[in-house]
């Protein structure tokens, strides 16, 4: 996630769980990694997708893996998308939250005009 939003939770009182960034793994998304990360504790999943500093683009397959944990276990899902419109032509963005009722419900997805715009810091 996007740094202040690691101030937000520790703000809270919560602790932030990290998933390791590798990239030698091509920063590959695995879903076993997930749900060990995942315990009785936890209340949200913080996705960036595309991924800022990466640029990885998450799949179709990749965020329904997210989605289904997060339903499954009644989980918030905060799903920061501000780079969608910023992906090469083979990628295709995938708003995490469109995947169907039960995650929208789940789901806050944060957006602005910064990047699509070219106007940070207005
Ligand atoms: C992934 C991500 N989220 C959020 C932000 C915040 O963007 P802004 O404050 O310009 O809306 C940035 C800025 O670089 C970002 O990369």
């Not at 520790?10 to 920063?27: F, H, M, Q």
């Not at 990694?33 to 995942?38: H, R, S, W």
């Not at 918030?76 to 995490?96: A, C, G, P, Q, T």
């Amino acid at each position: 996630m996007y740094t202040p939003f690691k101030n937000g939770i520790d703000a809270t009182g919560a602790k932030a769980v990290y998933w390791e960034l590798l990239e030698d793994d091509g920063y590959r998304f695995d879903e076993e990694k997930l749900k060990k990360l995942v315990t009785k504790k936890t209340r949200l999943i913080g996705v960036c997708n595309p991924h800022n500093p990466t640029g990885r683009v998450m799949t179709k397959q990749e965020l329904k893996a997210i989605a289904d944990i997060a339903v499954d276990k009644k989980i918030n899902i905060v799903s920061d998308e501000l780079w969608e419109d910023i992906v090469f032509d083979d990628h295709k963005h995938i708003s995490i939250a469109s995947l169907g009722p039960e995650v929208s419900d789940l789901t806050l997805t944060s957006w602005g005009f910064s990047k699509t715009f070219g106007v940070a810091g207005l």
